[in-house]
């Protein structure tokens, strides 16, 4: 996208003064990078966080990032911050194939015939006492 087109959209009726006050420059910083063919990365991200938009988006918006520079960023390390909650949450939304959750089904309700579960069964053959916790720290 042609950046002034980008700034008029970010900015949604703001002037470049009011723009350039935001993120601590002078206006004609903002006016002479336009007149120049574009403005300068640092500025995108600093405007992007000064309206709110992810400075990623902007980036591949004004042409400065491909989309496939920025899918997927940090993902191991959103992985890491998850909680176990927030894991399990999302494995059960990609498991769940329309017929309820993965998680409350009994295993002689998933059938290994789906699809969408790439897990093999096995047998569970071991009564364990009320609170006794299995090889993985479990309480069944």
Avoid: C
């Amino acid at each position: 996208m042609e950046h002034r087109q980008w700034l008029e959209k970010l900015l949604n009726g703001d002037s470049i003064r009011t723009a350039a006050r935001k993120i601590g420059i002078d206006q004609s910083t903002i006016t002479k990078q336009l007149s120049r063919g574009g403005i300068r990365p640092e500025n995108v991200i600093a405007l992007a966080r000064a309206y709110g938009h992810k400075a990623a988006d902007e980036l591949v918006a004004t042409g400065y990032l491909k989309r496939a520079d920025v899918e997927g960023l940090g993902v191991e390390e959103a992985l890491r911050r998850a909680t176990n909650g927030q894991l399990l949450t999302e494995i059960d939304r990609r498991m769940n194939a329309g017929t309820g959750s993965v998680f409350t089904e009994t295993p002689s309700n998933v059938s290994s015939n789906r699809d969408d579960l790439h897990l093999r069964a096995v047998s569970y053959e071991h009564d364990y006492e009320d609170g006794e916790e299995d090889d993985h720290g479990y309480i069944p």
